[in-house]
């Protein structure tokens, strides 16, 4: 009357269910990977810069195209500066602030032009230089400490602008 009861048997079909699904997910992290690897950049040579200079967090180079720039806004200024001088209609006071104020931006005009020259000249090109607002900064390209201070020193030379008043700001050759 003592019947052993026989434990119950796991369903083959259970296990073999379970081997599915664990099949079927590693089929599916294994596609998963192989998309993700087709989608990643490939690491390839650098592209070659574009003949055009673009604008970026970090300056760049001083072209032809900044300093047709500068020019053209110096011009522009001159002439607003002028059309006031030659207003009759305003008062002697407004003119001879106008006049005085073309009197400076050509000489810091012509400041700026010697520093480039004198930084051309000492090997540091190409560069360029913007005083405004009693204030000279210079962009050239990547230098150490030792050239910093060369740079610094000439500028400080050829100007009366107090060396704490001058800005050095580098680019990276492309």
Known sequence: MNAQKKPPQRGGKKRIGKWCRRGL??????????????????????????????????????????????EAAYDKDMAALKELM???????????????????????HQTELGIEEALTQAGFAPCMALMQNGAL????GEIDAAQ???????????????VENIRIMTFKAR
């Open 25 to 70: 997910l590693a089929a599916l992290v294994l596609a998963a990977g192989a998309l993700l690897w087709e989608g990643l950049p490939k690491r390839a040579e650098a592209p070659a810069p574009s003949p055009t200079p673009m604008r970026s967090a970090s300056p760049a180079p001083p072209q032809a195209e900044e300093r047709t720039a500068r």
């Open 86 to 108: 030659a207003n009759e209609a305003l008062g002697e006071d407004v003119r001879s602030q106008a006049a005085e104020r073309v009197s400076q931006m050509a000489a810091d």
């Open 137 to 140: 900064t210079i962009v050239l």
């Open 148 to 162: 910093s201070a060369a740079v610094l020193s000439l500028c400080a030379a050829h100007t009366d602008i107090a």
